[in-house]
Each structure stands twice: as C-alpha cells, then as structure tokens.
C-alpha cells in the first residue's frame, strides 16, 4: 500500500506539472491609455518616476529642461537649476537626486553632473563623461560612452571597465537587485538588446531590434521600444527564468496610434509612462511670384516627391509610414505601391515614365 500511495502521489504531480506547462502564462496587457501633458513642447531622452512625479526633457534642440509633472497628469514645472542645456538620464533609487549630462542631446558623450532633488546646487561627478547612465541600489553609477559599460562610484572615482565587445554600447538599465545590467549593443551588425552580469560576466544577448529599455519593478520584465513601420511599440521580455519560471516570449503592450518610446515602469509596477508621438508632415512648394511656401497636393504628410520627364507624374514617400506612392500632378488618380512592413523612401521615375526606383530600410538597419 505504501508503494501504491507514492506512486499515487507521484503521478499526481507529474499530472499537475504537465497541466501547468500547458497553460499559456499570464501575459501584461496594456488596459488604457492616458495623456499626462498638453503643453505643446516636443519632448524627448529619459523618463524617470520616484512615484510622485515624472521627470522628462522637453523644449528645443540645444535649449533642453528638465520638467517634471504629478504621474496623474497636469502641469508641467522646470526643475530649477543653473546647467544649460541639461540631459536628464537617471534618478537615483530614493528619489534624492538626478544625474544629467549637460550638452546636449545631439553630442556623443557629455559631462556627468548630479541635481539634488527637491533643490539644491548641482555638482560634477567627478571627471566622468558619457552617453547614457544608471544607478545601482548602492548608489554606485553605470554609464556608456557609446563604445564601452563602466562603472563609478557615486562622486565618479574608482572607475572601472565591465564591458567592451567593439560594436558600442548604450543605455545601460540595472536590475531592482543590482545583480544584472540590460543594455544595447551590436550582435551581427543588429542592434540588440544584451545582459551581463553586475560584475561584466556572464553576457547574453536577449532580443534584437531594440532600443531603450527598463527594468520593471519585480525585476521580471524588461519593457523596452521596438521600431517598426511608421512607428515604434513598447514591448515586454520575461527576463526571470528558472524552474518555475518558463522561459516565454517578448510580449507586445501596444500597437499604435501614437509612436511609443522611452518606455519606464512605475513604481508599483502598474503602469508605464513613456513618450507619445503623432508624427505629421506637410509637402510644400516654394511660389515664384509671391516668395512664400504654400501646401503642394493639398500639403498631404509627404517627403521625397519626384516627378516624371513629361510632368504629368508624381510620386512620393507617406509620412510617417514610409510607403510610396504615385498620382498624377494634380493629385488624381492616387495610388499606393508599397505597403508596410515594408519601409520605402527616395522615390524616382524611370525616364520614360514606366517604372518607379526607391530604396529600402529596416528598422534593425536604418
């Protein structure tokens, strides 16, 4: 009887265990969507919350700030400080300061300065010059300069080497335990998103086609932006594995309207706050006789138009799908010649008018 019983009991979980691994896992999904700003400023780079407020750079190429608004929406205030231009890349773990590099968001690398928050005088850290950066829970400071992973301490000494593959590395984001660090490389001239260890050991890349991601919370998931055709979706990868943990694939949280980027959990773990964009354009010609532009085609969203020998003909690249298109001068008798995923751009007619030529990108290669 005893036999029997364990053998009972064994069967029992093997039953449990298979019917377990059946059943697809619970997947995030994204319940709606809400606008927190409606200043107008174009916004862009990192996004960080301490759980009250979210911090963001918007404003002018070469004139940035760093805002903040309530994570409920309204208003938005300038953080107050004294550094020109600053690029907001990180806010350490309790909320009392953030790391900016100032120069610009157009330079390669830049100056590491940290501002206390809720105020206070910025300082440098020390002689450390980056690209992107992040805290560990120690307080200690990992950060790109586009080629290679370092890490400093917090006032920016001891600085040593974690990483160099020599195909660059950027936007570094560490795990909530400080144990593992997620960052875009180059994995067979793609881009990619990779991990190492806390200690540079131990790399792997992850997925490719990625770019900006963080950490959530539970440090089960990295989110992290992927482009495609006209736009980019935020996307989430299970990054715990284990026994009871299935290895799973990445999971797309949105699909349009808005392009998504620079994607980053709350604190809670319950939402994500991330940068919106409607991208539109207008094609314009230049009038001769009254030296104004004015809108050509019913200034359609429209880039790269070319027209036939005879006149008659016109084609261009859609805004911001990045489809190819053709109609006549006045345009009637519009068609579309390309369609996503595919990405077209530099349309041009063959001389006698037939064909049309134009180039192709990925998202992985553009």
């Known amino acids: 009887w005893v036999w029997v019983a364990a053998t009972a009991v064994v069967v029992a979980i093997a039953a449990a265990l298979i019917a377990w691994w059946r059943i697809p896992p619970a997947v995030p999904v994204v319940e709606s969507v809400t606008q927190l700003t409606d200043d107008g400023e174009p916004k862009e780079g990192r996004i960080e919350s301490d759980g009250a407020r979210i911090y963001f750079n918007e404003g002018q190429a070469r004139s940035w700030i760093i805002a903040q608004v309530s994570v409920n929406g309204g208003p938005s205030v300038q953080v107050n400080t004294r550094l020109v231009n600053p690029q907001l890349v990180a806010l350490a773990p309790d909320g009392s300061q953030l790391l900016a590099l100032v120069g610009g968001l157009d330079l390669l690398t830049s100056p590491m300065w940290s501002i206390p928050l809720p105020a206070g005088e910025p300082r440098r850290v020390g002689s450390v010059e980056g690209e992107a950066a992040d805290f560990f829970p120690d307080g200690r400071i990992v950060f790109t300069d586009t080629k290679e992973l370092f890490v400093t301490d917090k006032d920016g000494s001891n600085t040593q080497k974690l990483f160099s593959n020599g195909k660059g590395a950027w936007n570094p984001a560490v795990s909530p335990d400080g144990r593992r ?82 994607p980053t959990s709350s604190r809670d773990g319950k939402q994500i706050f991330a940068i919106g964009t409607k991208r539109r354009g207008e094609l314009v010609r230049f009038d001769m006789k009254s030296h104004q532009f004015v809108p050509f085609l019913s200034g359609i ?66």
Request: proline letters at 7%; hydrophobic letters at 30%.
């Open 181 to 262: 660090i997620t960052f875009t490389t180059m994995t067979a001239d793609l881009l990619a998103l990779a991990e190492i260890a806390a200690d540079g050991t131990e790399f792997r890349s992850l997925v490719q086609g990625t770019c900006c991601d963080r950490w959530s919370p539970d440090g089960n998931y990295v989110v992290y932006g992927t482009r495609q055709a006209g736009g980019s979706d935020i996307w989430a990868l299970p990054v715990r594995t284990g026994f009871f943990h299935r290895s799973r694939q990445p999971v797309r949280l949105t699909k349009g309207p808005l392009s998504y980027t620079e």
């Open 301 to 366: 969203s429209a880039t790269d138009p070319t027209f036939s020998q005879d006149g008659q003909w016109v084609a261009y690249t859609s805004y911001p799908d990045h489809t190819i298109w053709r109609s006549r001068s006045d345009g009637s008798e519009r068609v579309q010649l390309t369609y996503p995923p595919m990405e077209a751009a530099y349309p041009s007619i063959s001389p006698d008018g037939t064909k049309i030529a134009f180039s192709t990108f990925t998202a992985e290669t553009d």
